[in-house]
């Protein structure tokens, strides 16, 4: 059976081009902010520095981890097809960011199974920290998925 993913044709393009210019595009690892290494589009799975990739590779990469971001994201939801469209790509890219495990456990996601949708995307601008300090990069991009968040209201 295949994985329910609603990450195809506008969603899809929408949700790699907006998580794409937060995470920015680097072809070669670099420890990120907390020492991670990372590569392309903010990529740590089996990542080693020095790993080089081209731009179609490092394209494909996030669009698969978009995917599998999202398949954790929607285990843990009662009623993912419920949000709307511009809100759910709020809800995947705070997950790529944050990992399935802290969006699971978040009030962000207990408000969304509470129906509490405009909740859920206030709760969701609360993920500014990196490193045990506040990143201003991560208080733009929470403000950015706000922003889409309400505009799926």
Not at 49 to 55: F, V
């Amino acid at each position: 059976m295949a994985r329910k993913t609603r990450l195809v044709g506008t969603l899809g393009a929408l949700v790699v081009a907006f998580v794409g210019g937060w995470e920015g595009l680097r072809l070669v690892a670099y420890k990120d902010i907390v020492g991670v290494p990372t590569v392309c589009y903010g990529e740590t799975l089996g990542v080693k520095l020095g790993d080089n990739h081209t731009k179609v590779e490092c394209d494909a990469m996030l669009l698969s981890s978009l995917q599998r971001h999202e398949a954790g994201m929607r285990k843990c939801l009662k009623a993912p097809d419920a949000i709307p469209e511009k809100s759910y790509v709020a809800f995947v890219s705070l997950t790529y960011n944050i990992g399935v495990g802290a969006f699971c456990k978040s009030t962000a996601r207990k408000r969304l199974d509470a129906g509490d949708v405009r909740g859920a995307c206030d709760a969701a601008t609360w993920y500014t920290r990196a490193g045990g300090r506040k990143i201003p990069g991560l208080v733009n991009r929470r403000s950015a998925e706000h922003e889409l968040c309400l505009q799926g209201l």
